[in-house]
């Protein structure tokens, strides 16, 4: 098992997710895929149409991080200009792909056939593969480790499934959660010096209101099962000892 922790950073693209037109919900598909395949969404910016700011943002995350995302901007009108963007970046030319455009001919081969707007889905920076869409036809794009990927959630979780087992991970990130009423100032500073004495463990506090009453649940993550399970003995003993009463695995 490869000890690296390996990252992905993602953009989201539209001016429609920034106006709240559409709710993105492709943050935390990708997020929960990306766990799946050992590796940690570590950041995510979203930004709108224009393309230095895509650029920008791609070739900050890119460079942060072993894979990046970007979902959004890749359909056929004017302002889906994602691959010119993602082009710029890095520094290569925007061309046809014949094997998109052939699977295009096909998909619309009774819908009237290829037209300007629908050709624009062919076009890939030079050096870009396919990913495969089997929702609507036009795939995503894969050049190097990065990967661009439509804005529709349910056209994007295809081509995540088809990206499955692809992708070189490390170590699964565990987690053990407890929780109670207990209030999280209350104990902030016990969990600061728990974490702080378990270098390999993070700990994550969720306050929550409930009954009328205020509680936390408290979630210890670590790629080492027996740092966990040591992070997690010392944080029960520390609610145990401030006389917290508290649930394995949250409540």
């Known amino acids: 098992m490869n000890k690296r922790i390996y990252t992905a950073g993602l953009v989201v693209?539209?001016?429609?997710?920034?106006?709240?037109?559409?709710?993105?919900?492709?943050?935390?598909?990708?997020?929960?895929?990306?766990?799946?395949?050992?590796?940690?969404?570590?950041?995510?910016?979203?930004?709108?149409?224009v393309i230095e700011k895509i650029v920008e943002a791609v070739n900050a995350l890119r460079a942060d991080n072993d894979y990046l995302f970007t979902t959004g901007g890749?359909?056929?009108?004017?302002?889906?200009?994602?691959?010119?963007?993602?082009?710029?970046?890095?520094?290569?030319e925007v061309v046809i792909h014949p094997e998109a455009r052939a699977i295009l001919e096909r998909y619309y081969a009774d819908k009237g056939g290829l037209n300007e707007g629908r050709l624009r889905m062919a076009r890939v920076p030079e050096g870009g593969e396919l990913i495969p869409?089997?929702?609507?036809?036009?795939?995503?794009?894969?050049?190097?480790?990065?990967?661009l990927m439509a804005g529709v959630p349910h056209i994007t979780a295809g081509m995540l499934d088809a990206l499955t087992g692809t992708l070189e991970g490390g170590d699964p990130l565990l987690s053990e959660?407890?929780?109670?009423?207990?209030?999280?100032?209350?104990?902030?500073?016990?969990?600061?010096?728990?974490?702080?004495?378990?270098e390999n463990c993070q700990i994550g506090s969720y306050p929550f209101f409930?009954?009328?009453?205020?509680?936390?649940?408290?979630?210890?993550?670590?790629?080492?099962?027996?740092?966990?399970?040591?992070?997690m003995a010392a944080l029960c003993d520390g609610l145990e000892?401030?006389?917290?009463?508290?649930?394995?695995?949250g409540i």
């Open 210 to 231: 409930r009954e009328g009453k205020v509680g936390s649940n408290f979630v210890v993550r670590s790629t080492d099962r027996a740092a966990l399970d040591a992070c």
């Open 13 to 49: 693209i539209g001016d429609e997710i920034l106006s709240g037109r559409t709710h993105d919900k492709n943050i935390a598909q990708v997020a929960s895929w990306l766990q799946v395949q050992n590796i940690r969404l570590a950041e995510v910016r979203v930004v709108p149409d």
């Open 74 to 92: 890749i359909g056929p009108t004017h302002d889906d200009i994602t691959v010119d963007a993602v082009a710029k970046a890095l520094g290569v």
């Open 133 to 147: 869409n089997r929702m609507s036809g036009a795939p995503g794009i894969r050049i190097g480790n990065l990967h």
């Open 177 to 198: 959660t407890v929780g109670g009423f207990i209030p999280e100032s209350e104990v902030a500073v016990m969990l600061r010096d728990v974490e702080k004495a378990h």
């Open 241 to 249: 000892r401030q006389g917290f009463a508290f649930t394995h695995g």
